[in-house]
């Protein structure tokens, strides 16, 4: 299983951003997708989730501004980020678990200037 995020950047702040993270190896229609981000010099946080059935969970921070996706076509997860504030600064890696194992993409730097 691989996992390769992309689309970081450098931008202002309120602008927006879409991250990607295509999957191998298996089939993410029957996973649970996951984003992640590490801000400088802190710990890695869970920033989003999206289940099974589509059901789609933030953490506080984000609600309202960011939304995942699955395209179940492309074997892809999707991140959309509006509104960024420089506390959004961070890596960000996309994971998933399949039969108790974790796997993570090697993520991917945004950078929001104010």
């Known amino acids: 299983v691989q996992l390769q995020a992309s689309g970081g950047g450098l931008v202002q702040a309120g602008e927006s951003l879409t991250l990607s993270c295509a999957v191998a190896?298996?089939?993410?229609?029957?996973?649970?997708m996951n984003w992640y981000r590490q801000p400088p010099g802190k710990q890695r946080e869970w920033v989003a989730s999206?289940?099974?059935?589509?059901?789609?969970n933030y953490t506080d921070s984000v609600k309202g501004r960011f939304a995942v996706s699955k395209d179940i076509a492309k074997n892809r997860s999707y991140l959309q980020m509006k509104d960024l504030k420089p506390g959004d600064t961070a890596v960000y890696y996309c994971?998933?678990?399949?039969?108790?194992?974790?796997?993570w993409g090697q993520g991917t730097l945004v950078t929001v200037s104010s």
């Open positions: 999206i289940s099974t059935v589509a059901d789609a």
């Open positions: 994971n998933t678990r399949h039969l108790a194992m974790s796997y």
């Open positions: 190896g298996i089939r993410i229609h029957y996973n649970v």
